[in-house]
């Protein structure tokens, strides 16, 4: 059976169900907006960790960092500090200052600190020796030192109902407890030149006198009795002789020189590295001067293979009367 419906039931029926998807459908645009005004997960460690970042250029960053990583870490096993502890360490390669300012706010617990490379400084050399080509790339730089500590609030005020309690971290602040000097690495590489050797050959070759070498030996025979019909054979002489030619040398070096070039082997012998990888060496090179001739030094750290007793740190050592001594760097026993 078929039921008519009337034309005003119908169109407050539509009227509804169009009411019913705004609505829903405003609700999903402020959930969505919820859902990109909150932050970004923060990842929390479950142990100590130490960072070490780079400031400058954003596409070798992650490699200076792993490299102060590694740095600290072989010292650390090679030394008594720092890092001296069983801490992580924690390369954040792409990581900016407001980032780790930022995890240190987070979690001030497991946060201890954070070594930071800043910008470095690079030049390239080229030395021509003729024969030897070598080029070298020499880096300087810095590092500073933060260290994490829990921020304390203030105690809330004291109330009649219940004791008054004590201050509580509710986050962490940075700041630097260490800055080094600036520290220089180098590191080149070095290639022999095929073309300036066949130069000083073939001039070499072009105005010595032509040469002739030659060699006579005289074989002797016994005489046989009866004697043959044709008589005896008494000796035998066998020359040699070798001409020394400066234009059969020359195109010989031509040869060999087009040879090489025309199969892409260039004209020189030795490995040819990039300038970046050569930033990355003489930076590693840089640290590692850095952390003996510094770090090592103020930290007072000794081998952990010596039999002799652990040195006194600097900071330890008395100071003169009424210059108070300075205090032993945090970082020495992370």
């Given at each position: ?49 130490v960072f070490t970042m780079a400031l400058g250029d954003p596409a070798i960053n992650g490699k200076i960092a792993v490299l102060m990583a ?265």
């Amino acid at each position: 059976m078929i039921r008519i419906v009337p034309i005003r039931t119908v169109s407050v029926l539509v009227g509804t169900l169009a009411m019913v998807v705004g609505l829903a459908g405003t609700g999903s645009l402020r959930a969505s907006a919820q859902v990109e005004k909150s932050p970004p997960p923060l990842i929390t460690f479950n142990h100590p960790v130490v960072f070490t970042m780079a400031l400058g250029d954003p596409a070798i960053n992650g490699k200076i960092a792993v490299l102060m990583a590694k740095r600290l870490h072989d010292n650390g096993q090679q030394n008594i500090g720092p890092v001296r502890s069983n801490a992580w360490i924690v390369p954040e390669g792409q990581w900016t200052l407001g980032d780790y300012l930022e995890q240190c706010r987070m979690d001030p617990t497991h946060t201890l600190g954070a070594f930071i490379v800043l910008p470095t400084s690079s030049a390239n050399s080229t030395e021509n020796w003729i024969a030897l080509l070598r080029n070298s790339t020499d880096v300087t730089l810095s590092i500073l030192v933060a260290e994490c500590h829990p921020k304390l609030a203030p105690s809330p005020a004291p109330d009649a109902s219940s004791p008054s309690p004590g201050p509580a971290a509710t986050s962490g602040e940075a700041s630097v407890v260490w800055a080094s000097y600036v520290a220089s690495g180098k590191y080149g590489r070095s290639q022999i030149e095929f073309f300036p050797l066949a130069v000083l050959t073939t001039i070499y070759l072009a105005f010595s006198p032509q040469r002739t070498y030659q060699t006579t030996s005289t074989t002797v025979f016994p005489t046989p009795a009866p004697l043959p019909a044709t008589g005896a054979r008494a000796s035998v002489q066998t020359q040699q002789s070798s001409v020394l030619n400066p234009g059969g040398t020359a195109g010989l070096q031509g040869n060999v020189l087009n040879a090489f070039a025309g199969n892409g082997l260039g004209s020189t012998i030795g490995g040819q590295t990039t300038a970046e990888s050569q930033a990355l060496r003489a930076a590693d090179d840089a640290i590692g001067h850095l952390m003996k001739e510094q770090l090592d030094s103020v930290c007072g750290n000794t081998p952990k293979t010596s039999s002799a007793p652990p040195s006194v740190p600097p900071a330890a050592t008395p100071a003169p009367k009424g210059i108070p001594a300075p205090p032993t760097p945090p970082f020495c026993n992370w």
